[in-house]
């Protein structure tokens, strides 16, 4: 009997890319997509690693699939903006080996700046999705988005969620098959992307979606299932399951392959039921087409198209039940914050005394944007911060940047980041640029990248050095300064902002989450000296709380020994001593 | 057998995903089909996280909906409070009596509700313990949500040889023994504290 083990969704995604005779996988970490590679690295026949970015990771498994080799890109939904230049292109010239995107949305925003639907840019791109339900169907849908991509000629975008990607249930292992590779014939035709081929490729692959319209009627992952007729729901992906709890006697048509739509598979369901259903979450693209094919159904106008669904929400609208659930007792929230010890906080303590705003980017640093911190302004996507920062520039003049800064960590600005820099000594701005380089991509869980000197699979590389780079670019004014040096932080953000020219200041200290990094030491309150200013309590270190008479106490299970908050204390009322 | 739901509560950064790994490994091992679904990503630094877990003989979806949870396992007091509407009407707490004050109440947003496990109890049937100490006692205060996970095993259905051999498997080799020590710490409590 075939081993069973329980598996996060991503990591079936994995042992679906293994199974499946991959070869290349390319990806850059975004929740909730980075596990799958995580996993992937694990199987030695697979060549694993972190891309600088997404559109990066899709060109080079581009690239291992026209060698004639199967290739695996992942990413979250927002990467795949990112990636839909070579995406939107690939989809006309096709493949050789087989060319599979994992993309994974992030219904209900757990960690993103957006709830976008991937489905929407595969529609426009011409791309058809595949949706698995739980992580046994990840594993085989992966393996069947190969084979897809192989005889339609197109890559397959599999689409999961964050409830998929990081929900585990049993998965079945199997061996993997792995294709003979293709031989590499010279194709311009199909290869060479200019205007003549392409509109030529065009032709192809509207036949193409057509014909897999019409194909899919027949394909196992889409799934008639009939129960009561009285009513029915199409639905795909994690709803189904929610279909599945709520409504069990209910028909349903479970669609493994949700773009292009079964035609004629939608026309004979919606035949046999009474009342139709159409369940998907964030937006209506399935039921947009099947409105357009004439038929009647319920959806958007009862179901919203925010956030993640739930059986509950099918037992109120659907089933009319009268649920009599409890209320929620009213409670403090809770949000995310920066960790004990964390160097963001330290260099944002000294932008909040200085009182200077902060174009912001994406990484735990958001988080500076929130009380008691409130230094970041703006947050857009990866990379976004320098180059707000510059239009924001040549819209007002350069005094009014003088209390601003954009703030930018190491992975993001190797992301894109560099851009944007390039950008802004180009076109002659004067922004001054901080890049907090915690030598990790933190917020995703630490993972390396091109200036952290290993790579996915381990291997020990030159790091591409950030302060060099910069130079390389002609910035004259770029320092390296320790991100707990508050007098130095202090002297050099003042110094650069009034500066008419670029400037660059790295912070360096590594994330306190970071594997290896250790804390020899602990703070403690000295309560005779303790004159309860708060001062130390201003960054919001959640290992410092104040006690009823105003003094403060410091759980010292929490302190990583950082010393920010000694720092700021003008009375000497905290050592940080050896543990 | 009809599917048991199970949420385990805390704070990013409390080894919720542990415990929920122990509890996923010991379903399997005893037959059962099983889905878990956790929070990855933002919220682990430091917010409030929840793990859902649930076992049966076929599950659908993998999260605990309000008013359908049998266990609610809380490794801090205020995330107990939080989540206990999810709880069925004879659905049980299994709480961490322990503070954990959150960026809202350190800034002096909004205070910590005082009493939460005398206000739990008027409702729910409530097991509470001070795992922290507990595990201070035992000398790894990491070890607390073992402590939590071993106290709430008197709901499950499993043996307890069986919780032992999966936190066996499941853990760092190196900390087989302090987990299966902090484990029989809670199981032997059975009860928690006296609530009367």
């Known amino acids: 009997m075939a081993e069973r083990k329980i598996m996060l969704g991503n990591e079936a995604i994995a042992r679906g890319a293994y199974e499946a005779g991959v070869k290349v996988s390319a990806a850059y970490p975004g929740t909730p997509s980075t596990e799958i590679s995580e996993n992937i690295v694990k199987y030695p026949e697979i060549y694993a690693e972190w891309s600088p970015n997404e559109k990066v990771a899709m060109e080079v498994a581009i690239g291992a699939s026209i060698s004639g080799v199967r290739a695996l890109a992942s990413m979250k939904h927002v990467g795949v903006n990112v990636a839909s230049d070579p995406l939107y292109t690939i989809s006309y010239a096709g493949v050789s080996g087989g060319l599979v995107l994992v993309a994974a949305d992030d219904p209900g925003l757990y960690s993103s700046q957006n709830e976008q639907d991937t489905r929407c840019v595969a529609r426009a791109a011409l791309v058809p999705v595949i949706e698995p339900s739980d992580s046994a169907e990840a594993k085989e849908f992966v393996k069947f988005a190969f084979e897809v991509s192989e005889k339609y000629d197109t890559p397959v975008i599999v689409r999961t969620t964050t409830r998929l990607s990081h929900s585990q249930g049993v998965v079945e292992l199997l061996d993997r098959v792995e294709p003979a590779d293709k031989t590499y014939e010279r194709n311009p035709a199909k290869y060479v992307m200019m205007p003549g081929n392409a509109k030529g490729r065009h032709v192809y692959v509207e036949q193409r979606m057509k014909k897999l319209s019409e194909d899919g009627a027949s394909f196992a992952i889409n799934r008639a299932e009939y129960r009561d007729t009285s009513i029915g729901f199409i639905t795909s992906g994690i709803p189904y399951q929610y279909v599945r709890e709520a409504c069990p006697g209910a028909s349903v048509l479970k669609l493994g392959m949700v773009h292009p739509l079964p035609k004629k598979l939608i026309e004979e369901f919606a035949a046999k039921v009474e009342k139709l259903y159409i369940f998907e979450e964030l937006e209506p693209v399935i039921e947009e087409q099947v409105r357009a094919w004439g038929i009647d159904v319920i959806g958007k106008e009862v179901f919203t198209v925010q956030g993640e669904y739930s059986a509950n929400l099918l037992r109120r609208v659907v089933m009319g039940e009268d649920m009599h659930l409890a209320e929620a007792e009213k409670t403090p929230a809770r949000p995310p914050i920066l960790c004990p010890g964390c160097p963001h906080r330290s260099v944002f303590s000294v932008l909040n005394k200085l009182k200077i705003h902060a174009a912001g980017d994406i990484g735990c640093y958001t988080l500076g944007a929130v009380a008691p911190l409130h230094v970041i302004d703006t947050t857009v996507c990866m990379g976004a911060s320098i180059s707000t920062l510059h239009g924001m520039e040549k819209a007002k003049g350069k005094d009014y940047i003088k209390n601003w800064v954009a703030v930018i960590g190491d992975s993001t600005f190797m992301h894109t980041g560099v851009n944007s820099l390039m950008n802004m000594v180009y076109n002659q701005g004067t922004g001054t640029v901080l890049i907090l380089d915690n030598s990790t991509t933190g917020m995703t869980g630490h993972q390396d990248h091109a200036a952290t000197g290993k790579t996915l699979m381990g291997e020990v590389v030159p790091a591409i050095n950030i302060y060099h780079l910069c130079k390389a670019m002609g910035i004259a004014h770029v320092q390296e300064i320790d991100a707990f040096d508050l007098k130095e932080l202090e002297r050099a953000i003042k110094e650069e902002t009034k500066r008419d020219a670029v400037s660059v200041i790295i912070t360096k200290a590594p994330c306190v989450l970071l594997k290896g990094n250790v804390f020899p030491n602990v703070c403690r309150p000295v309560p005779e000296k303790c004159k309860k200013c708060g001062a130390c309590l201003r960054p919001g270190c959640p290992a410092l709380t104040k006690k009823a008479d105003g003094a403060i106490a410091i759980d010292t299970t929490m302190c990583n020994g950082c010393g920010l908050c000694q720092k700021l204390c003008a009375f000497d009322a905290i050592a940080c001593e050896k543990k | ?196």
Request: glycine fraction near 10%; aromatic fraction near 8%; hydrophobic fraction near 45%.
């Open chain 2, 1 to 196: 057998m009809e599917t048991k739901n199970i949420m385990i509560v805390g704070v990013g950064g409390q080894g919720t995903l542990l415990t929920s790994r122990i509890l996923g490994g010991i379903t399997v091992r005893a037959g059962y089909d099983v889905k878990l679904s956790e929070v990855h990503g933002m919220a682990q630094r430091g917010g409030s996280v929840v793990t859902f877990v649930r076992y049966g003989s076929e599950v659908a979806e993998p999260i605990v909906e309000e008013g359908c949870a049998d266990v609610l396992i809380a490794f801090e007091r205020l995330e107990a409070l939080r989540y206990a509407h999810f709880l069925k009407k004879d659905g049980v707490i299994v709480v961490n009596d322990w503070r954990i004050e959150p960026i809202t109440v350190v800034t002096g947003a909004a205070a910590y509700p005082e009493n939460i496990i005398e206000k739990l109890s008027e409702k729910h049937r409530v097991y509470a313990v001070n795992a922290m100490e507990e595990a201070e006692k035992l000398g790894n205060v990491k070890a607390f949500n073992v402590i939590v996970l071993g106290l709430a095993a008197r709901h499950m259905d499993f043996d307890k040889g069986l919780w032992l051999e999966v936190i066996a498997e499941t853990v760092p080799p190196k900390t087989v023994d302090i987990n299966q020590k902090a484990f029989l710490i809670g199981y032997e409590k059975e009860n928690g504290y006296d609530m009367e």
